[in-house]
């Protein structure tokens, strides 16, 4: 299946982050995550850099698109396949760098992609 990076992963059980995490394994999902806080949810770590995290299809965001800036270089260059806008991250701008450095933006909900088979 296609590694997973949950960016904006949260420990806290009621964040759609969190709920992810556990779908995302659930389905047998191989998920790493990045956050602010360190800690694990559903045998995941959440790391607080990116240093230790590569070879990722996809990345699924869980930030608002202010929060999001700071990143794009960081996101860009872990060169995944795809990028997951999930309800309240959109972000024309960094749609338009992502697709100028080949990756492919959906604008999506990752539970619904889960719950329905299209993930």
């Known amino acids: 299946m296609k590694k997973t990076l949950v960016f904006g992963a949260s ?12 779908r995302l394994v659930a389905a047998g999902v191989e998920t790493c995550a990045f956050g602010l806080r360190a800690g694990n949810v559903s045998g995941v770590e959440i790391h607080t850099n990116l240093d230790k995290i590569n070879d990722i299809h996809t990345i699924t965001l869980y930030l608002n698109p202010k929060r999001q800036q700071e990143y794009y270089g960081q996101i860009i260059s872990l060169s995944p396949k795809r990028v997951i ?4 991250t959109e972000n024309p701008e960094f749609y338009n760098l992502l697709e100028k450095n080949g990756i492919e933006v959906d604008v999506a909900c990752t539970l619904v992609l889960l719950s329905t088979g299209q993930y």
């Open 11 to 22: 420990l806290k059980p009621n964040r759609y982050s969190n709920i992810a995490i556990n």
């Open 85 to 88: 806008f999930n309800p309240g």
